[in-house]
């Protein structure tokens, strides 16, 4: 067996270089691909690196980028939410028919809209947890069931004429920073500190590292599972009330296919399907990527067929290539 005898001074040899770039690579590579879409699209359009439109593109994605964050996190448990979309539309709407001016208080509002998030989360989590039901199924029933409940809420009608102060959340701003962006990189902040300061997020990798291992360990999976779905549901709940704001109508066909760009975000940021793996700062870097991408190509009247088909196959290279680094592992 040969030994590698590291002398101090010396430079390091091609491989050793070579595993050094592979794990920088690994590391920062979405950062790299999204500074590099950013260089591509200023080029191509003299209009994208404006200020204006790049507080635009983040305020655009901070939806879908506080839906894909709790999205994450189940991923990380070798879990799926497909009812993300579902829940904010009905959010959307119950939230809407209490914001009328001179209604109800807008804390009110608020709390009722978020509970219904919190709740359709941890009903699904404790199906999940409790049932032993597969995750893909139990969300898609929800997903079905809560869009159902916001067509039957509003009779396939929108709702209108919301307060001026419920309106500011969506379309306000502070110091000139749009309230979706504050509200969107407090969240980001906020489960950050819960993923990698808390034991709820140690319990969350461990349970997506070895769900066994961690019941051996004495970590109680049912509840965690449950209380994760659950915190997915508040942060799509917030989304949604972000939505409506913005639009300043409550839509029961709110949310359309956000699940699916929710789950594309955290892929395309480093989130394994296969579990224990994925950041919070990588979830917001391919929010961020898929964001550059709509905007640049609307902005070069790119049709939003060739959008979809281009997103598709950034999903499909992204779930490839996690797929070989875990057949290396």
């Known amino acids: ?13 091609p491989q050793e270089r070579s595993t050094k770039a592979k794990a920088l690579l690994g590391r920062y590579g979405m950062l790299l691909i999204l500074i590099g879409l950013v260089i591509l699209m ?38 799926i939410d497909l009812s993300s979309g579902s829940v904010i539309a009905l959010t959307s709407v119950v939230v809407a028919s209490m914001s009328h ?4 208080p807008l804390a009110l509002a608020l709390l009722v809209g978020l ?3 919190a709740g359709t989360g941890l009903i699904s989590g404790t199906i999940i947890a409790k049932g032993r039901i597969a995750p893909f199924i139990v969300t898609l029933g929800m997903m079905t ?24 959340i969506g379309q306000g701003s502070v110091l000139g920073i749009p309230m979706p962006i504050i509200i969107f990189f407090i969240v980001a902040l906020v489960s950050y500190i819960i993923l ?25 999976v049912e509840k965690y599972k449950i209380l994760i779905y659950g915190y997915a549901g508040l942060l799509s709940a917030i989304a949604g009330i972000i939505l409506t704001s913005r639009i300043a109508s409550g839509q029961p066909t709110a949310g359309m296919m956000y699940e699916l760009d929710a789950i594309a975000a ?41 959008q979809q088909i281009l997103k598709g196959v950034i999903i499909t290279v992204a779930v490839f290539i996690d797929s070989k680094k875990n057949k290396k592992k």
């Not at 590698?4 to 040899?13: E, F, S, Y």
């Open 196 to 220: 990698n300061r808390t034991k709820f997020g140690k319990y969350i990798y461990a349970i997506g590292g070895n769900e066994q291992a961690a019941v051996i360990a004495g970590v109680n």
């Open 101 to 104: 001016p001179g209604s109800f």
């Open 115 to 117: 509970a219904i998030g």
């Open 1 to 13: 067996m040969k030994e590698t005898v590291i002398v101090q001074g010396q430079k390091p040899g």
């Open 42 to 79: 200023s080029l191509l359009s003299p209009t994208f690196f404006t200020s204006g439109n790049i507080l635009n593109i983040i305020r655009q994605m901070s939806v879908v980028g506080i839906v894909a964050i709790g999205v994450t996190m189940i991923i990380i448990t070798t879990g």
């Open 266 to 306: 955290a892929v395309i940021g480093g989130t394994s399907l296969s579990g224990g793996i994925g950041t919070i700062g990588g979830t917001v870097i391919g929010a961020l990527i898929i964001g550059v991408m709509n905007n640049g190509l609307d902005l070069l009247n790119v049709s939003s067929y060739w």
């Open 145 to 168: 069931a809560a869009r159902g409940a916001a067509l039957l809420f509003t009779g396939g009608k929108p709702i209108g004429n919301l307060s001026d102060s419920f309106k500011f």
